[in-house]
């Protein structure tokens, strides 16, 4: 080839170029292909649909480290702990660490690629090709091999925004599963503090009860009780005794499930907690916001719009194979028969130029994987509209469960009250023979139910109110806005007429 030919071809190589990626002003011209993603349309209730309480303030308060409205300085170490040791909060981060290097993969391609190559060939030509017999040698070559697929319709361009949305779901996913944890960790500190108060009343009661069947003895032995009445006491007494065995089983359960939620093994807990503790008392007022908050503060929300956002991205990288791709390949390199020529000038070669690629025929293939991307989109924006739905009928569900929970408690203190009252009259009244025993009995038996009752209920009651700030994503505080990376793109200019 004439040196001015070659000159030629390589302003011509060059010119293509800087036209397909040096110039950002003509690329700006063919926007990538495919749907470009915009923020769906939410349809939310300005207010919450239960009657208006004023335990339930409708302003938003800061709830990021709701636990220490508990005022309990263990739940607050164990929580502390939690968010350090617990091992599905790692697994979670894992992930995020996984998604980030993908979005790095993805990111790489915007980049030339270049190959370093080297070959030692020992091969034997064909004696039936041409003239003569076959000839065998060796052949040695080193070079550099180097592609750059210029990003004309925007392949390169929905997967990195495919790889963004994934990698911003991994982290939405993190928080679900760090808010998870927190509230998680809080019920089962609760239920140790309540199966205690459980065991404390259940045990009062026995005390009691013991109390009543001497009396019942003493009675007999004197004459002045049928031996039915001790049998009735010994029985009662029995039954109320039978029930502490499942609550200490139970409490040394919640032992060992909160030692797991701290990544340590079961029991390792026990001597903290075997001095009991009240159960934590919450306060009276919570403020729960609007249900638009939950739009920025519920992280499963947040992670399927931001699953929404890659599914639509993938529409225009399967729409991209509809369009030529074009690259930028070439190779530089030396090759030699002799080792020893292998360095000198002669022995250098190279090849430079524009890459065409087009699927023209592919049986409808490419059409239909973007049909594909296109139903996985719309079962993305179901999901999401269904996971605002589930966050709603949690927080409702949560505010009346808080409300109802306290009244229920309220009257169980009356109950419990009454109840004391009736044993004590009716035991004095058996003592000085003027009730009889059976009215005792079911007095006793009444006392007993209720007291287990309203331990349970208070216990309830707190953890009623972790539901709640779980339900309204309390654990963390979401940034103002989304990452720039997670903002809806502005839509593409049209292509110029050429």
């Known amino acids: ?8 071809y390589l302003i011509f190589n060059l010119f293509i170029f800087f036209i397909f990626s040096g110039c950002e002003k003509y690329r700006s011209l063919v926007p990538p292909v495919g749907p470009n993603y915009d923020n769906p349309d939410t349809e939310i209730p300005e207010t ?3 009657p208006p309480d004023p335990a339930l303030i409708p302003t938003p308060i800061e709830i990021q480290k709701w636990w220490t409205l508990f005022n309990d300085p263990m739940l607050d170490r164990f929580i502390s702990q939690a ?3 617990n091992l599905d909060l790692r697994v979670a981060v894992a992930r995020v660490k996984e ?11 915007k980049i030339p690629l270049i190959d370093a190559v080297g070959t030692g060939t020992h091969a034997k030509t064909s004696g039936n090709i041409g003239a003569g017999e076959g000839t065998t040698g060796i052949t040695y070559s080193i070079g550099l091999d180097a592609s750059w697929e210029i990003d004309l319709f925007g392949r390169i361009s929905r997967s990195i925004e495919a790889a963004t949305g994934d990698y911003q779901a991994s982290e939405e996913d993190r928080i679900d599963v760090m808010i998870t944890m927190y509230s998680e960790v809080a019920r089962a500190y609760l239920s140790i503090r309540t199966f205690q108060a459980r065991l404390t009343a259940s045990k009062g009661n026995i005390k009691s009860q013991r109390e009543v069947l001497e009396l019942t003895q003493s009675k007999f032995k004197h004459g002045l009780a049928a031996a ?3 049998a009735q006491a010994e029985r009662v007494l029995a039954s109320s005794e039978a029930e502490v065995p499942p609550l200490r089983s139970d409490l040394a359960q919640a032992i060992n499930n909160i030692g797991v939620l701290l990544g340590k093994p079961p029991g390792t807990f026990h001597d903290t907690l075997r001095v009991q503790k009240a159960i934590p008392i919450p306060p009276v007022k919570v403020a729960v916001g609007v249900p638009a908050d939950l739009l920025r503060q519920r992280p499963d929300i947040r992670r399927a719009e931001r699953e929404l956002a890659a599914q639509t991205a993938r529409i225009g990288l399967a729409t991209a194979d509809l369009y030529p791709s074009f690259s930028l390949v070439g190779t530089l390199g030396l090759t030699s028969i002799s080792a020893g020529d292998l360095l000198t000038g002669s022995s250098s070669f190279y090849t430079f130029g524009p890459s065409l690629k087009w699927n023209i025929l592919d049986g409808s293939r490419i059409r239909n994987r973007i049909k594909v991307e296109d139903a ?16 709603l009928k949690e927080a409702e569900n949560a505010m009346t469960a808080v409300v109802e929970q306290r009244m229920e408690f309220e009257a169980q203190m009356r109950s419990a009250d009454a109840a004391r009252r009736a044993l004590r009259l009716s035991t004095k009244l058996y003592k000085d023979g003027l009730l009889d025993f059976q009215d005792v009995l079911d007095s006793q038996r009444s006392l007993f139910s209720i007291e287990n009752e309203v331990a349970a209920s208070k216990g309830q009651a707190a953890q009623n109110l972790v539901n709640l700030y779980k339900a309204l994503g309390g654990g963390w505080n979401p940034p103002a806005s989304l990452p720039e990376t997670a903002k809806k793109p502005n839509p593409s200019p049209k292509p110029a007429k050429m």
């Open 83 to 85: 968010e350090k040791s």
């Open 228 to 230: 039915l009445d001790v």
């Open 48 to 50: 919450w649909h239960r």
């Open 99 to 109: 998604a980030r290097a993908q979005l790095a993969v993805a990111t790489g391609e």
């Open 376 to 391: 996985r989109t719309e079962q993305s924006l179901l999901a999401y509209e269904q996971a605002v739905l589930n966050a």
């Open 1 to 8: 080839m004439k040196k001015t030919n070659i000159a030629v």
